[in-house]
């Protein structure tokens, strides 16, 4: 009888322990700052944008560097709305974005692939014509170089046709009238999330980031702090 009761209770606290680990190491490694490097003329605005749970990075549509609505096409939108001043990027598992509009719709099945990282990933991409600065919403800008850098690991995201080009996804899981889905290169697991890329993506381009963090709220203590 103890065997067995030693058994379940070892069943039962290493989850616990494991999911406490790992909370720990996340809020840990969160507040460690990876420090942005010497920056010259910060000349192009950008934000960092979260929904509470998911972090964008927002770049311009238009800069001399790049027209972003020239791969990431208007028309791919339900509204095409040709006068938006801003793109979001963000990455995340496929299943998630594609199948689970709201938390009421979470498949155990979709879950699961999503923390071992056996599903595929897709790239949202929602148009903006203005954004304001709030809790959600933090400006920054960037140097051209360093954008530059910030737009290759973009484009490198995006898995691509036999042409070279990227891949949307054509469906009716759209949030609104400005945003389309594209397929992404990698995997999301418990160890890289759609925050872990963006966060990422930020020290990519030589911004302040956290070494590591899989929850929004990392990336945003960094740039409140």
Known sequence: MKKVLKIALYTILTPVA???LYLLFAFGLSRVTVAAEPSGNRNIPMYILTNGVHTDLVMPVRTAQIDWS???????????????????????DKGFYLETPTWADLKFSTAFKAATGLSTAAIHATYYRSLRE????????????????????????????????????????????????????GSYS??????????????????RACLWTPFDKGIFYQYRK
């Open 18 to 20: 494991l999911v406490g």
């Open 70 to 92: 020239k791969s990431v096409l208007f028309e791919n939108t339900i509204g095409r709305d040709t006068t938006a001043q801003w793109i979001a990027f963000g990455w995340g």
């Open 134 to 185: 709030g809790n959600d919403c933090i400006r920054t800008s960037i140097d051209s170089a360093k954008y530059a850098r910030l737009i290759a690991y973009i484009q490198q995201s995006f898995k691509r046709d036999e042409h070279g080009q990227i891949m949307h996804i054509v469906t009716n899981a759209n949030y609104g009238r400005t945003d389309a889905f594209y397929e992404a290169k």
């Open 190 to 207: 418990l160890f890289h999330t759609c925050n872990t890329w963006a966060n990422s993506g930020l020290k990519a381009s030589g911004q």
